[in-house]
């Protein structure tokens, strides 16, 4: 009866470095390598076109690229891409969690076919609508609107970026409304009431019940959703290969330009390391915040 | 002023019934109780009221006008919820003001009428809580003052103890009278503990099954169910009932044969009561005592001791009936009852109850003087 309790938890308090310690290794050789090779591509002359110049470049790589305005244009665009993608995904995503929770006939076989973008893979949704949506002679875009009698629209020549914007948000808005669905959906229906006995109508009731409600679902949301989008590239590659111009070169393909198709290694890893910090800061402002929304 | 009536109310599902032609009154200042068994329909009527339930069928009518078409929120009705549905992300003083705030009242206003409903109920100290930081008793209490602020016609109640402890329960049923005397409130309380019903009610309205079996006082149901359902639902422990037969009607009442060869005379009208015909007898745990000359026999079966009290577990012995049925009989604490030997009980005619072949009790020929 009286055994004292100290006992098991002095064996709970056994020192686990070495059993974590080999995992830990492990994920280290597996994060420090890559970056620590990319950090040393940056610092040296390495471009596969010319293999004879070599050596160290210093911060000649970097200076390179800042002064490059392919590289600016490259990261308000990824900035814009990721800001826009997460604006309509989350509004969006929102306001469908909330009409699928409303019970109407057809309405699981409704939420199947709003899920189901999210299985299709980018390179073939990018083809989809390149090919079957936007296209303006084949698209289905442009067969509307020359029934509408109006003239076709050449997304992605005349509206890049919008284009690719729409065909992401496409493919994250599904994810949005899943999570957010089930979010929805484990709300307490008496709070609901209760909101309506005091007087909530439906404008009330999602402003101060369901929202705050939706908060830390959003959070999760945007976080899994910025890792993402930070790194859109086939979407990119499929559709308009970065152009016209550098009209949608991010970052990743901007990376992926300098790398493989000017095989400028050197510079490329200097706009990795770029991506890197990028990304760096965006989830130190996440993690942050989101950290402290959980607590909640 | 808050009245409440109930016409002909009916609530289906789809095909299902639940609720099956409701008529009541009540009135103003009463506390009244809906109870009954799980699943009879309390809270789909109570949420009928509150305006949650679309009314199928009959009319409602507050303070005499008809609110069938009036939404819940303008219906002047306050509801606490059975799980309380505070809302989490909100300061307890915010939980309490969200009413006000939403009804476009000022700032200076709706600071004080919390300020009035946190001293009330003692929540001063907590009012820049979050609900989660806070006991099941605070909540409760955070869920009623939610209610207070708004001065409402009635408060509603859906088993708001149901999700305490039994000495929180105690200390809560008190204060809730308390503050039912206090703020001269109408109130509707809906409760499956007919304890609960018993202590506070001023009225209480038995369900089952979608109907009401019996509306009365406390003592009222206690004394004089209108059915086997009431008799065995009021009151802890059960009454027991025996099926006997009537053997002759006296003046005095029915007389009844007992299993076992004894009888009793019940004072309750005889003129439904041909000789011979099946009949239910009730008999309260209170009114069987041990006695030499006691009209029941038996072997005792169990015995529960509860310190002042014992409830002894007789089963009584029927030469007609191989296993006879069991009664229980509440006695003094210090009786000297132990199990398996066998026992005489008396039988206190005045607490005892006749019910016909359908369960509708024969009346008593005279009412008890605290059921008026
Ligand atoms: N939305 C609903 N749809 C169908 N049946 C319901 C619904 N709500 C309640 N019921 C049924 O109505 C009956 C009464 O429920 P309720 O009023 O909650 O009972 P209680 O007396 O326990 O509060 C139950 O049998 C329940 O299954
Ligand atoms: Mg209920």
Redesign the pocket.
Known sequence: MSTPSTAPAKGRRFNGLPLIGPSVTVLLIWMIVPLVMTVWFSLQRYNLLDPTVTGFAGIDNYEFLVTDPDFWASLANTLILVGSVLAITVVGGTLLAVLFDQPFPGRDVARLFAIAPFFVMPTVAALIWKNLMMHPIYGVFGAAARALGLPAVDWFADHPLLSVILIVSWEWLPFALLILLTAVQSLDREQLEAARMDGAGAVAQFVYIVLPHLSRAISVVVMIETIFLLTVFAEIYVTTAGGPGNATTNLAFLIYARALLQYDVGGASAGGVVAIVLANIVAFFLVRTIARRLEV | MATLRLRALRKSYGTAEIIKGVDLDIADREFAVFVGP?GCG??TLLRMIAGLEEITDGDLFIDGARVNEVGPADRGLAMVF?SYALYPHMSVRDNMAFALKLAGASKAERAAKVAEASRILQLDAYLDRKPKDLSGGQRQRVAIGRAIVRHPKIFLF??PLSNLDAALRGQMRIELARLHRDLAATMIY?THDQVEAMTMADKIVVLQAGRIEQVGSPLELYHHPANLFVAGFIGSPRMNLLPVRVVSGDPAGVRVGLPGGGEVVVPVDSTRAAPGTGVTLGIRPEALKPGAEGALAGAVRHVERLGGLTLAHVAVTDSAVADGATVVAQIEGSAPVRVGETIRLTIDPGATHLFDGEGRALPHQSRHPLAA
């Open positions: 799980s309390k809270s059975q859906d088993e809906v």
